[in-house]
């Protein structure tokens, strides 16, 4: 427990909470003391799984408390966490994406009022990195989708969710904007994908960040347990059996490519 408090007040830039609940005394001496300080994954990264898993569960002080511990800490800059924001609109949906960044601009300003200084302007949006052409738009969706998914195809164009959407947005927009790394824009996804029990997704999004090796074996089975104490035990249940079964399928891919497994 000792331990477990003072990893609390650590990670989260707050002290522990007194409750003394079997919830609140397994949070401390199990999700704090134990998973939080884990190998596999930094305490940076940890960060780009609970944010999108507190921000879906709709549960408004964890939402509040990890974002202003992300902030606060300096583990992720305002820029970061506002790329995040949007990463997790196009994964799990615009409304709850609207309060999650909500309550990140709540939490800035929080913490420049407990530091006695002002919010600094944010930068500007334009001019954007990415193509304004709608046709170099378009092969830069698809090139791109390729790409993160490791994919030798992409969606038609002439649908609207795949080519406006997919192509013109997703993938030639929002995977490509500064501010966040493949890596960070991996866990993301993964969690948002574990979360919204739709089965391609799962299945496509876990196969591509093992096979890119942008993340790896071990570090994928260390996503599922993180995953699983802040989303739920059977969500995480069925991410960790999705990992297994694409971990076999690109071993065996590196495999007939002459590669080596990680």
């Not at 939080?36 to 994954?41: A, H, I, S, T, V």
């Not at 966490?81 to 939490?107: C, I, T």
């Not at 930068?123 to 969706?141: H, I």
């Amino acid at each position: 427990m000792d331990r477990g408090r003072r990893a609390y007040a650590d990670i989260m830039t707050v002290p522990a909470p007194e409750d003394t609940s079997p919830t609140a005394r397994h949070l401390l001496d199990f999700v704090f003391a134990e998973v939080w300080q884990r190998p596999g994954l930094t305490r940076r990264e940890r960060r780009f799984v609970t944010l999108p898993c507190v921000a879906a569960a709709d549960a408004e002080a964890p939402m509040r408390d990890h974002i202003y511990a992300a902030l606060n800490s300096g583990d992720l800059g305002i820029d970061e966490m506002r790329e995040a924001v949007l990463h997790f609109a196009v994964y799990a949906g615009w409304p709850k994406a609207s309060r999650f960044n909500m309550v990140v601009d709540e939490q800035w300003d929080r913490i420049h009022r407990e530091r006695g200084v002002p919010v600094p302007p944010a930068p500007p949006l334009l001019p954007l990195t990415t193509p304004s052409d709608p046709e170099a738009r378009l092969s830069v969706g698809e090139q791109s989708f390729k790409d993160v998914n490791c994919l030798p195809y992409a969606p038609q164009r002439d649908n609207p969710f795949q080519g406006a959407g997919i192509l013109n947005f997703v993938f030639g927009e929002m995977w490509l904007r500064p501010n966040l790394g493949m890596k960070e824009r991996r866990l993301i996804t993964v969690a948002c994908v574990a979360f919204q029990d739709s089965p391609y997704p799962i299945l496509s999004h876990v196969y591509a960040a093992l096979k890119s090796r942008d993340l790896s074996f071990e570090e994928l089975d260390e996503v599922a347990l993180h995953f699983a104490v802040h989303y739920g035990w059977p969500k995480g249940s069925h991410l960790n059996q999705v990992i297994a079964e694409q971990k076999e399928r690109v071993t065996n891919e590196w495999a007939a490519e002459g590669g080596a497994a990680q």
